[in-house]
């Protein structure tokens, strides 16, 4: 048997790993597109940041890990995949066969249609390569220009701002982070980015990027210039499925459309992390996440099925998200908009920047947004994916929303 | 044989002596705000429950680390945080769903019970055996684990 993976991130590397578990002898392949060994972009902001060098992004540390594991690791990126002749071929023009694939070829950075982003000047913050780029860019005193307050726009900001880089931050959305915190949430981000000198421009694009000497104008929709000597572009992502366009391979959403055996359309073929357009446990839904903890949720259940076939089930992966922006920790959970008809509790200490709001769904809990709490927080997971009748603990969270870690205690133990 | 805490809310006074010593065997100061094992106040019900990381066995902030700094410690079961290793993310402590990894704003580095390398400091300091370090068999560990399986959304992926 040859298994194929591809893609080096969390998943391929957590997928390569249970196959290599299940099955002692068959050949295991990962195919990455990035120099490189195996890392993780979770830890850039860290890097950015000289907390650690670059093997401290690595996703296994230790020297010959995949070779110990008989695991190959082959550079190259997928070009195409032949569904009938079962072979993948790489943009080098290697041809690649296998038994059982895995497509875990996460996401890449969207380039927002503006003209000048292809400036020289202008840099995504997504690859080991950019984490360079944008190094050797900032200087004390440089105005740069950040594009996007996403998630990966704000875990940056602290790199950016302790380098001491004069930042603009543009967001079209009308907060910070609107796609992971409630309105109230985001303008608590905003303010608390303001109060540390970054300048944050909400409900405002980008119309142009422009050269200007050695440096670039960046023009807003509202017809402001800013001055940047480097803008970083962080608009978000798409999946990197365009390789199976043609191989019959169905794709949704610009992922690969999987069934709850993270299956695609095409047998032998499989998805998961960032690409795989998958159940999503709080809705129901099939979507992307595009998170750590679900990539790893994918690749462990992926493995398993490519093994031993259909034989464990994607029950939904929940949403969940942890950001720190200069110091201030917001995280989000499964529906933390909450649902029609729910109840939702919130506590707001606007001046201490700590801010959590429960949303329950009749008496269970299914979503939260915190700001400012980084204790005992993964018991909001604990209590959201165990599905608990909180009975008239919900009573209690309505008045106390922090009482989360002894409603958890009281509806699981009985305390 | 592996050992592991046991917990027995009924024997607890509340004296908060475990999350003394917890706290001044791991980050050297007696601040139960640093303290990895946390008892809970039920003031209701006039009753307290002292509470940590179990050492599950789907470890579920060990698969999310991204860049593996959580190991299982062989000889004592328990998960273990590298401080070196560690960038800070705090994945973990989202994933976890029992909430017993934290982030420790002072290191920039999360921390855990890691069963204080075979010799729990909580269980030594425990004046009236509400928290036992027992053979695990002896535990209500099961217990503690059964409704951990409820929270996996596949059960049985968990190699």
């Known amino acids: 048997m040859k298994y194929l993976v591809i893609g080096a991130g969390p998943a391929g590397v ?53 070779a110990s594991r008989n695991i190959n690791v082959v550079i190259g990126r997928a070009a195409s995949l032949d569904a009938g002749a079962k072979t993948v071929k790489t943009d080098g023009g290697d041809v690649l066969p296998y038994d059982k694939v895995l497509v875990a070829t996460g996401a890449r950075p969207i380039k927002p249609p503006v003209e000048g982003i292809g400036h020289e000047k202008v840099t995504a913050c997504w690859t080991l390569e950019d984490a360079r780029r944008i190094s050797a860019g900032i200087r004390k005193g440089a105005p740069v220009v950040l594009i996007g307050a996403g998630f990966i726009g704000c875990i940056i900001l602290e790199a950016l701002v302790s380098a001491g880089a004069d930042l603009t931050v543009i967001e079209m959305g009308n907060r910070m982070v609107p796609r992971m915190l409630d309105e109230k949430c985001g303008s608590m981000l905003e303010k608390w980015c303001r109060d540390k ?53 169905r794709l949704v959403d610009g992922g690969v459309e999987v069934d709850n055996y993270l299956q695609s359309s095409e047998p032998d073929i499989f998805a998961a992390g960032d690409v795989a357009c998958s159940k999503d446990f709080s809705t129901g839904d099939f979507g ?33 998200n942890v950001l720190d922006t200069m110091g201030l920790v917001s995280a989000s959970y499964g529906l933390w908009q909450g649902v029609e008809g729910g109840e939702s509790s919130e506590l707001l200490d606007e001046d201490n920047y700590r801010y959590i709001r429960l949303q329950f769904d009749g008496d269970q ?22 599905r608990f009748h909180l009975g008239e603990w919900k009573d209690r969270l309505l008045q106390n929303p922090l009482q989360v870690m002894e409603a958890y205690l009281a509806v699981t133990q009985g305390a | 044989m592996q050992r592991s805490l046991s917990i027995d809310p009924d024997k607890c006074t509340g004296c908060l002596q475990c999350e003394m010593a917890c706290s001044f065997e791991n980050e050297g100061v007696f601040n139960p705000a640093k303290s990895r094992i946390k008892v809970f ?119």
């Not at chain 1, 949720?297 to 076939?309: G, K």
């Not at chain 2, 934290?102 to 909580?122: E, M, Q």
């Not at chain 2, 560990?141 to 190699?159: C, F, I, P, V, Y």
């Open chain 1, 14 to 66: 957590v997928a390569a790993e249970t196959l290599r578990k299940l099955d002692r002898t068959s050949e295991i392949t990962i195919l990455g597109d990035e120099p490189e060994p195996p890392y993780s972009r979770m830890a850039i902001p860290y890097l950015l940041i000289d907390h650690i060098d670059e093997q401290g992004t690595y996703l296994r540390k230790d020297d010959g890990y995949f």
């Open chain 1, 197 to 249: 000198g970054v300048a944050v421009l909400t409900s405002t694009t980008v119309s142009g990027i422009e050269s200007s000497g050695e440096h670039v104008t960046v023009k807003t929709g509202d017809g402001k210039s800013i001055d940047a000597e480097l803008v970083i572009s962080a608009a978000g992502v798409k999946p990197n499925a365009d390789f199976l366009e043609g191989s019959g391979v």
């Open chain 1, 288 to 320: 992307i996440q595009a998170i750590q903890p679900t990539a790893v949720d994918h690749a462990r259940i992926a493995a398993h099925n490519m093994v031993n076939h259909c034989s464990v089930e994607h029950r939904g992966s929940i949403n969940m």
């Open chain 1, 365 to 386: 809990l299914v979503g939260a947004n915190t700001l400012g709490m980084t204790q005992h927080i993964g018991v909001l997971r604990g209590l959201i994916q165990g």
């Open chain 2, 41 to 159: 106040t039920f003031h209701e019900e006039g009753r307290f429950v002292p509470y940590t990381c179990t050492q599950c066995d789907e470890a579920w902030c060990m698969q999310a680390c991204p860049v593996d700094a959580i190991k299982m410690n062989f000889q004592t079961g328990a998960m273990e945080v590298s401080e070196q290793v560690c960038v800070g993310c705090k994945v973990c402590t989202i994933a976890c769903p029992f909430g017993t990894v934290n982030y420790n704003r002072d290191t920039g580095k999360v921390i855990k019970c890691d069963l204080c390398g075979g010799d729990p400091a909580c269980a030594t300091a425990c004046p009236t055996q509400a928290i036992t370090y027992v053979d695990s068999d002896a535990t209500g560990l099961e217990k503690m684990r059964a409704w951990a399986g409820k929270t996996d959304n596949a059960q049985h992926a968990a190699s």
